[in-house]
């Protein structure tokens, strides 16, 4: 669209350019200062306020435990991890391992294996075989104490 197009559509809309060039032209300091005192004095919005409703709160169970519901969270996948040890190499070494190559691990032969559910350490156990299948039988769970010790 050129220019005499647009001019032509503002004055068929009762705006000439003219005219929107000299309303810019005429405000003044004084109309600057009105507007600016009209603009410091805040709105005044009605706010309608309504009560709420509450549910009554759930009596716990008789062995002191709260009567919830926890279905909802019984499809969240978790990843769980059962580790036998660590070991720390460098890239030239990690290169040079092969079929047959031994990894020496950190814990002791014997020594219980940790298990870990989204990198936190919930349980120890020994390996067992279960079905020509490894498992782990689980010796000791970490106390949720221990697990918030082990958070700081």
């Not at 410091?40 to 519901?69: C, M, W, Y």
């Not at 969240?76 to 190499?89: D, F």
């Not at 350490?121 to 082990?150: H, M, Y």
């Amino acid at each position: 669209m050129e220019q005499n197009e647009i001019d032509e559509l503002m004055k068929n809309a009762g705006m000439a350019k003219e005219d929107v060039s000299a309303s810019d032209d005429n405000i003044g300091w004084d109309d600057v200062q009105d507007e600016m005192e009209r603009s410091s004095h805040p709105v005044e919005q009605k706010t309608e306020i309504s009560n709420v409703q509450f549910e009554e709160l759930q009596k716990a169970k008789p062995d002191g435990r709260p009567n919830i519901n926890i279905d909802f969270i019984m499809d969240i996948p978790l990843t769980l991890t059962a580790e036998l040890g660590r070991s720390k190499m460098l890239i030239s070494e990690l290169l040079q391992l092969g079929q047959g190559s031994v990894l020496e691990l950190s814990k002791l032969a014997g020594e219980p294996m940790d298990i870990f559910v989204n990198q936190r350490l919930i349980a120890r156990g020994e390996v067992v075989v279960v079905n020509e299948k490894f498992g782990v039988r689980l010796t000791d769970i970490v106390s949720p104490a221990e697990r918030v010790n082990k958070l700081g």
